[in-house]
């Protein structure tokens, strides 16, 4: 009778054990999963970056040409600019 | 036979506590690694999260640059708006002038006669000193300029519209005493004429005009059908109310100044010099100098001032 109640408290717990290791083996599973794929966004969005960088120096250079072409526009603005500023603190 | 099952229990028994025990053991394991797993997760969440900040800040930067190469590409559309707004005000600070509710003044340069080649020397001085004037056009120049044979007038007026100047209308032959004002008919086909000129080489329309002598110069009877049919056609027009007398003998820059100052009485003055005249263009500087400290400020004419009369 004694031997009884041991073995299956035996069998209890090695069930409980093979519970417990299968859902650590699970979550463990999906962390690594989650791991992945964190690691293929970040290379994604590293390839990403690089292609922004490219565009950010190409943006740059078309501005800087850009701003020497209407150069004289430019100061043509500012003219305005102070014009209506100085209209605008006349009216103040 | 009881003791062999016995015994048989007895080894299940140890069997699957030594199962036990090993599935204890690699659950630890799995849990050791788990954690391990963990921080390299929590790691790289952070660092995923750190490269989308970074992500997040060349998009702004992008996005910051596209707006300002299109403000740059939208630069003329950004300065006509600026030119309207400058109207505008000033329009209502005429309107503070004559109420008496501000001690500013308002002077607008206005040059007749030209373009002559001389024309972009006032231009470089009037750009050198930030000032916005009116030019009172007219052919007389034709293509070739008076000033400088090899200089084509014409290509002036683009000179003007680059800068933003008011580009009026003066007639397009000027011939106040050659025909001009026989009668409205005469006087509004030279209007026109010159008024298609200017829209040639610049495409600017013109609405604002000045009559060659001023407007009593027609008489009466015939001035008031004239400014009638002026109005009709949009325009207002325009006398002034100072000048340095560069219309005349004027002999050299101490007269011009003394006669320039001499005229400066009013909170609103049309100042008229001809861009032909070397003098008036070797005062210019001093004379925009005089105007800002006298507290002026200096503009270019538009249709909606008070003193461009309409009818």
Redesign the interface.
Known sequence: MKKNIILVISIILLLASIGLFGYLYLENKKLEDEIATNKENIKKVEESIKTDQEQITEKEDEYEKLKEKVKDSLEEMKIWEDLKEELNKSLS | MGRSK?RI??V??II??V??VA??A??YM??Q??NN??T??DK??A??QE??N??EL??E??KE??D??DE??N??E??KT??N??YK??G??EK?IKSGE?T?KIAYLTFDDGPYYNTYKVLKILKEN?V?ATFFTTNVNKEKCYDNKNANCHEVYAAIA???HTLANHTYTHGWNRGLYTNTNTFMDAIKKQEALIKEKTGVTTNIARFPGGSSTPGYTKGKAMKKALNEAGYGWVDWTASDGDGGSLPNYATGMKNFKGTINDKIEVVLFHDYHQVTTAMLPEVIKYLRDKNY?I?PLFYESVMVNKG
């Open positions: 016995g229990k007895q299940f028994i699957t506590l199962f036990f599935m204890l690699l659950s799995m849990y690694k788990y797993n963990k390299e997760k790289i969440v660092n995923y490269i989308m970074n992500k060349d998009d930067k992008i640059i596209n300002k190469i740059l590409n630069i003329d950004k300065i600026l030119r707004d400058v005000l000033s209502d600070l503070k501000t500013k930030k916005k680059k800068d933003n400020i503009l």
